[in-house]
């Protein structure tokens, strides 16, 4: 079936450095790609996505490009935040799975220090 | 998008005994899930709650343990039974708008059992 494989965290940086944080996937089609982040004690928030092959999800200077040739969706930002600290989980839907159930990646806590 | 409230967002509970999460949301919507999400764990779709019809359970979740409502279009509730620490976890409902689309998560119920 579908899957998610994420990087292993935590990831700790300083800050205003460059961020990657890989996401690769397995589907039988073209799935809809997600990055979501849960900040400490929150639920999970939307932070960008796409839908098809060589878009590119972009949000708050965070972006991921769909490469349907490697099938990744790698998360990078060029200069991070201590508020950016936070986990970071990779996701699908559809993609020859179900429409509507979202599979997740095990998640990457990222900790950006001052 | 849209405005998901869950309560309560946390409770320390007795094992043995049983707690009812809500989930409300701020329009009508078809699909609405559960989720939990184990301490340092990514997160686990516990069922689908379908308007009109008992819930679909995914593999390892059973009604008993967790008996789901979902009375009309805006608003469901997860109960957790008979609790044991094991189901300390963060509890999170989410709707999705249509097939292949994000899901929108509620901010999570922080559920610890002693």
């Known amino acids: 079936g579908n899957s998610v494989t994420q990087m292993e965290g935590p990831v700790t940086l300083s800050e205003e450095a460059f961020l990657t944080i890989n996401c690769t996937y397995t589907?039988?089609?073209?799935?809809?790609l997600f990055w979501y982040v849960q900040y400490p004690g929150e639920g999970l928030q939307l932070l960008l996505k796409?839908?098809?092959?060589?878009d590119k999800g972009s949000n708050k200077g965070f972006e991921a490009t769909y490469r349907k040739e490697t099938t990744s969706f790698h998360l990078e930002k060029g200069s991070v935040q201590v508020s950016d600290s936070a986990v970071y989980f990779c996701?699908?839907?559809?993609?020859?799975?179900?429409?509507?159930?979202?599979?997740f990646g095990t998640g990457t806590l990222l900790a950006v220090q001052p | 998008s849209a405005v998901i409230s869950q309560k309560p967002s946390r409770d320390i509970c007795q094992r043995g005994t049983s707690l009812t999460i809500q989930c409300q949301v701020d329009?009508?919507?078809?699909?609405m899930f559960w989720y939990r999400q184990q301490p340092g764990q990514s997160l686990t779709l516990i069922a689908t709650?379908?308007?009109?019809?008992?819930?679909?359970?995914e593999s390892g979740f059973v009604i008993d343990k967790f008996p789901i409502s979902r009375p009309n279009l805006t608003f469901s509730t997860l109960t957790v039974s008979n609790m044991s620490p094991e189901d300390s976890s963060i509890y999170l409902c989410?709707?999705?708008?249509?097939?292949?689309?994000?899901?929108?998560f509620g901010q999570g119920t922080r559920l610890t059992v002693v």
């Open positions: 989410s709707v999705v708008w249509g097939p292949n689309t994000e899901a929108f």
């Open positions: 589907a039988t089609g073209y799935p809809s």
């Open positions: 796409a839908t098809k092959a060589d």
């Open positions: 996701a699908l839907v559809g993609g020859g799975g179900a429409t509507n159930k979202l599979i």
């Open positions: 329009s009508q919507v078809t699909m």
């Open positions: 709650a379908n308007q009109g019809s008992e819930a679909t359970y």
